[in-house]
């Protein structure tokens, strides 16, 4: 069976971006000329997933809102010829009716938690699990590259990419255990370990295909780190009984849940949209000359 539907854990506060977040989800903070989340689903949807679970918490009405239909906007835009292409562009933000479902997460029980609440909406199927306020540029996009590797192997495969061996201590790493291209078959993964004790340098990015049979040791699992139920505490689990893959993709990853990652992936896509290329680097160019 192949990846039909995917979990986009959305419940989150942001409180490494606050006070932004404080009355607008840190998911619909604007990347040039549309929210981080909206770069998220349409990596979703090229890579061929056709069900989008959104588990959502208080305060993320607008996520919702946001993916449907604007009728009064719309209306709007719709008399004016002159905005016909603003028009085109607010209407592919809407998802086919039934494309997409929204549960709650009552209370910040951590990542695994959150996917553990699709799994009746997910059903006995594998899955994908993209965390929204990572955004990767890449074409094809990286969750694409990774369906193709799942096509192939059939077994949980997380996405990774290499980082500086000095910043290791401060991510999830994989323990590599045979290599093919950019498909490594894996023994392990250690969070944020010493630098002298890291198994590769290739950090867990924020993508997964994931095997049904994770929930049910999300099920029972019990609290990790930061006293939440981690995802990939239950992941190790699963390695103990299925084939776990890495994919070192192929394409460039920004954190936007960081300050810093939300303001190079505003500058990144800025230099690269058409409309706004030229202007950022002269700003960029002023900027940097005044320093």
């Given at each position: 069976?192949?990846?039909?539907?995917?979990?986009?854990?959305?419940?989150?506060?942001?409180?490494?971006?606050?006070?932004?977040?404080?009355?607008?989800?840190?998911?619909?903070?604007?990347?040039?000329?549309?929210?981080?989340?909206?770069?998220?689903?349409?990596?979703?949807?090229?890579?061929?997933?056709?069900?989008?679970?959104?588990?959502?918490?208080?305060?993320?009405?607008?996520?919702?809102?946001?993916?449907?239909?604007?009728?009064?906007?719309?209306?709007?835009?719709?008399?004016?010829?002159?905005?016909?292409?603003?028009?085109?562009?607010?209407?592919?933000?809407?998802l086919p009716a039934g494309a997409a479902s929204f549960t709650r997460q009552q209370a910040p029980l951590g990542l695994g938690h959150a996917v553990w609440c699709a799994r009746d909406i997910i059903g006995n199927e594998p899955f994908a699990v993209l965390l929204p306020d990572v955004i990767v540029r890449a074409r094809p996009s990286c969750l694409a590259q990774m369906v193709e590797a799942f096509d192939k192997t059939g077994g949980n495969i997380v996405a990774v990419d290499p980082v500086p061996e000095e910043l290791v201590s401060s991510y999830g790493v994989i323990a590599p255990k045979k290599r093919d291209g950019r498909l490594i078959e894996m023994s392990g993964m250690v969070e944020k370990p010493p630098r002298e004790e890291a198994p590769s340098n290739l950090k867990i990015t924020g993508r997964y295909i994931l095997r049904p049979e994770i929930f049910g040791l999300l099920e029972d699992q019990g609290k990790g780190a930061g006293g939440e139920i981690q995802l990939t505490d239950a992941m190790v689990r699963l390695m103990e009984s299925q084939a776990f893959f890495a994919y070192e993709f192929d394409g460039e990853e920004f954190d936007c849940g960081s300050k810093s990652g939300y303001f190079e992936a505003v500058v990144a896509h800025a230099l690269q949209h058409p409309e706004t290329a030229e202007d950022a680097r002269r700003i960029l160019a002023k900027y940097s000359d005044a320093s």
């Open positions: 069976m192949g990846i039909r539907k995917a979990v986009l854990p959305v419940a989150g506060h942001g409180t490494r971006v606050l006070p932004a977040t404080k009355s607008i989800p840190k998911e619909l903070l604007p990347v040039v000329d549309r929210p981080a989340l909206q770069y998220v689903v349409d990596e979703a949807l090229e890579a061929g997933i056709e069900h989008l679970v959104f588990v959502t918490g208080r305060g993320k009405q607008a996520i919702e809102d946001y993916f449907d239909h604007a009728y009064e906007l719309e209306d709007s835009l719709a008399a004016k010829a002159s905005k016909a292409d603003i028009l085109k562009d607010v209407q592919r933000t809407k």
